[in-house]
């Protein structure tokens, strides 16, 4: 798997191993502007990478 495929599906499985045991870090590691960056782990391979997220829109709560 790629982060290509991991990104097209996305996320919320493994881009290495596929597993969906995973787990990420909170707070964020890191907010500024409008993107937020999110350490990620997966808990049956041990891959560790990041997720970057991009400010797209906003609503009422």
């Not at 787990?23 to 970057?52: H, L, N």
Request: net charge positive; hydrophobic share 30%.
């Amino acid at each position: 798997m790629t982060y290509r495929s991991y990104l097209e599906s996305g996320g919320g499985h493994c881009p290495k191993c596929g597993s969906k045991a995973i787990k990420y870090s909170s707070p964020p590691e890191w907010v500024k502007g409008d993107q937020m960056r999110v350490a990620m782990f997966c808990a049956t391979c041990g891959a560790r990478w990041r997720d970057i997220y991009n400010l797209s829109r906003a609503e009422d709560l």
